[in-house]
């Protein structure tokens, strides 16, 4: 995929780490991604493809369960 046709805010499947991940920056022929809220990432345009459908349900199913998780932990914290 070309630099000029991803777009910020974007899913792709990045087929070096076989994983979805979300653009959040282009610097060059690279594109800066997050996962979930970890480091950021440069990895070269040419292995980013569009993600399927069922591939972005997924991503946004981990976040959700991920923020689940998170929420109870902090109240279980109070206690």
């Known amino acids: 995929m070309k630099a000029k046709e991803i777009r910020n ?3 792709y499947y ?3 780490t076989k ?3 979300r653009a959040i920056g282009k ?3 690279r594109v800066m991604t997050m996962v979930h809220d970890q480091d950021t990432k ?3 345009s040419d292995n980013f493809r569009r993600a399927s459908e069922l591939q972005v349900d997924n991503y946004l199913n981990k976040k959700s369960k991920l923020r689940a998780v998170l ?3 902090a ?3 109070l206690f």
Request: hydrophobic share 40%; charged share 35%.
């Open 42 to 44: 440069l990895v070269k």
């Open 75 to 77: 109240t279980l914290k």
């Open 19 to 21: 994983r979805v991940e």
């Open 27 to 29: 610097v060059g022929r």
């Open 14 to 16: 990045n087929t070096l």
């Open 9 to 11: 805010g974007c899913l």
């Open 71 to 73: 929420k109870r932990v």
